[in-house]
């Protein structure tokens, strides 16, 4: 049995930070990572000599409200540099048709205009209804909660057109159908990202800026510092605590930090078992359902039409899509397949996924498009420790049902990730702050309890004084 | 290392129906439970001295079109008797005005009768439309799938009194709110149970009936009959699989069945690991909240007022009311705490959730309620292997997204449950009828195997004799 202070599980963003909070206010702790890797959602994998030669196959963009993740990559040197935006972006509607565009949203008929721009505005008036620290709490919090987004958009949005871009746009945040969430949850997570357009947009929204290098170095850098503190292919499946201690795997300690999503966290064992309620909301928060493709190219052929490589395609399956040529790296466009288009391409073999995607490049930016140079995809559903991307969601009834108990510690277990964040939530910023609030929670109770002992302590002096 | 055939997860009416079943066609099978008991989600507790004198904590009832468990009750001897029912059904409206009735729906107000009928005929016209055996593949079904049954019930029912009515409907029937299920998971229920009323109703429907000595019976006999094939106390961790073998402790066998709810199903470590979308199914069926709380009395004083014990009671939080006396034991109310009061109260002590459900008999029954000579209750969502009752739900966009995965074996693995029941899905009988189509599934598999060892040795020899 060895000792420490903390036990943290996952060596993602959320897992590292908290470890590393706690470690610079003097506590033990050791952070167990299922993986032979450390970073979570967050993946890089080279494909050049240059060490910037990567491809990003987690998450990779940062916004400039996300302070967290700027500030850490700040902390490491890490530079950012914008998405490449120059040109224009390429939408292909229902019938095929492609048009250029600029901006976040192409320009449609007159009338679906309006009739996107309704929806966009009851949206948005929505969303500053919610509060993110306590969505469940709000005046029609169960009124909100108690409807799929699916149903919202058809009450609200009449055209086909309208419908679709909601329809794309909640693909691409949630890599969820809009069934699969309640109107209340997308309400959170933008309220949770200071509003619907930050989440959608790349200049000034969560698509502005990337990491040079690649995002999975934050974890790879706080891994280097935290050293052995980090043990990696170690996945833990049972937590026993008690009313003085935890013990996960050979390691006792004082208190655990769960730093993985709740889906995943309710399939370890804990003894005691969780109370119902802990447990049904790891029943109640399923993982997105994303496949990343990157096609890597000679050339940034596309830019030379006068494109930027995005493009919106409502047919399909790649309906987003973005040029990702690193500064000093290979060419490259990614392309995301999200929920239904997932599930459907996820139970094919990687060369059915090749040629989905590259006929969807073809029509988009032409024959070129068909020749990459190299193609890599990424289901993360089929991760044994992600089981899906981006996030966690709730669908109809979750947040009303069970979101109190989404940070709410069981005695010795505390709860972190990015799913247990209230701002940016589902995002690499979630995560890191999750992380931080993890270890705050962990040092108020230990303080607490040096100030129980204390006290107990001079309570017994007293005894012994007054006899 | 111990051979076998197949090996079983899980000893409730699934697993040992499906033990039974390859066991009679001569394979060796051995079933591994993780409680030191059998029958899952029902259970017996004694209460007295007679063998018969027990409370049900479980499943406990019988309908007349459910085949399966009757067929199995009279395998082995076990009758059956009818639900005590004669006298008057209390009704406790908003107000908390009590009204006595006949039948499952009390008489209302003209214009909410009207209201109500009109809901009530629509939906059944629904239910009409949706096979139980593919739900998802009906023409309608993403329409609708895309709607949680609260949306429905908004948009069909005008009256506050029928929309509540159809809310208690759903908490009685699946321990859910409305929110929590699609519109056609509500239709592919019904539709399974032959209709919506014989979900509803007692006489006729699937209340209508008690096994005499209590529904475990069934698995106690069961397991009896496979005698130390039935390893109790062996929770199931991990799964190995190859192409010629299953590996499940130290017991390695040709196939598994695992039948245990998908949400449990999903906390198993399988080797290699699932496919995604089997995985993610796993992440979006979860188990229904119902805490039930049996009363025992003296004598069944409330049958001296003309009351049968049945009660609906609106104000709740003990909505669901049922005399529960067997012919040869005590006295007995019992109620179910669903949905949002069951979440409510499994937070609290047995003592408030004792007084809370006295505090609802006294109101319907007087004053002699509030003196039980004993009181129990089981909250199931905190039972580590079971984590909810009824069943497994799905949510908006479950079914269309993920009923195809729901029974398709994944390789040597196969799926059995109540979930997995066309018939009777959620009900003792879908467990068995689930047991017996996974034992035929795993019988055709090892049959072709024996077919094509047979072609290859036959392939092999005619090798040798052309040669």
Chains 1, 2 share one sequence.
């Not at 086909?160 to 871009?165: I, N």
């Not at 466009?333 to 990687?350: P, T, Y």
Request: proline letters at 5%; glycine letters at 12%.
């Amino acid at each position: 049995m060895r000792d420490c202070d903390v036990v943290v599980v996952g060596a993602g963003l959320a897992g590292l930070t908290a470890a590393r909070e706690l470690t610079e206010a003097g506590l033990e702790v050791r952070v167990l990572e299922a993986r032979d890797r450390v970073g979570g959602r967050t993946l890089s994998q080279s494909v050049g000599e240059h060490p910037e030669d990567i491809v990003e196959l987690g998450g990779q963009w940062v916004g400039p409200t996300q302070h967290e993740v700027l500030g850490l990559a700040e902390d490491f040197g890490i530079p950012t540099y914008p998405t490449h935006a120059s040109g224009k972006n390429l939408f292909e509607d229902g019938r095929g048709q492609l048009k250029r565009f600029s901006g976040t949203i192409p320009m449609l008929q007159p009338h679906v205009m309006v009739d996107y721009g309704q929806a966009d505005l009851r949206l948005k008036r929505l969303i500053k209804t919610v509060d993110p620290e306590s969505p469940w709490a709000g005046e029609d919090a169960e009124r909100l909660d108690e409807q799929s987004f699916a149903s919202w958009i058809r009450r609200t949005a009449k055209t086909g057109t309208a419908r679709e871009a909601l329809t794309t746009a909640i693909r691409a945040v949630f890599s969820v159908e809009p069934a699969d969430v309640s109107l209340l949850h997308v309400l959170f997570y933008a309220a949770a990202a200071g509003g619907w357009d930050d989440l959608l947009d790349t200049e000034g929204g969560a698509q502005q800026d990337r990491l040079a290098g690649g995002t999975q170095q934050l974890s790879v850098r706080m891994a280097e510092e935290l050293g052995d503190r980090v043990e990696l292919s170690t996945p833990v499946r049972s937590i026993q605590t008690d009313g003085e201690s935890v013990l996960v795997g050979d390691l006792r300690a004082r208190r655990v930090i769960v730093a993985i999503p709740p889906a995943l966290a309710g399939r370890i064992e804990y003894d005691p078992p969780l109370p119902g309620m802990r447990d049904q909301l790891t029943q109640r928060m399923p993982m997105g359902t994303v496949i990343k493709c990157v096609a890597v190219y000679e050339e940034p052929f596309w830019r030379d039409d006068g494109l930027t490589g995005q493009a919106l395609s409502l047919p399909g399956p790649a309906q987003v899509v973005f040029d990702n040529t690193p500064p000093n790296g290979s060419a490259g466009l990614i392309a995301f397949l999200e929920g239904k288009d997932a599930r459907e391409l996820a139970s094919v073999g990687v060369r059915e996924r090749r040629e989905a995607v590259l006929r969807t490049f073809k029509r988009l930016f032409g024959e070129r498009a068909t020749h990459p140079v190299e193609y890599v995809d990424k289901d993360w559903s089929a991760e044994p420790y992600s089981r899906g991307c981006y996030a966690g969601v709730f669908g109809p009834g979750g947040w009303t049902g069970y979101g109190r108990w989404l940070r709410e510690p069981v005695g010795r277990v505390h709860w972190a990730g990015t799913e247990t964040a209230t701002r940016w939530m589902g995002y690499m910023d979630g995560a890191i702050q999750s992380g931080r609030r993890a270890a705050a929670e962990v040092q108020t109770a230990e303080g607490a309890a040096v100030v129980d002992a204390a006290g107990a302590q001079a309570a017994q002096a007293a005894r012994i004084i007054t006899g």
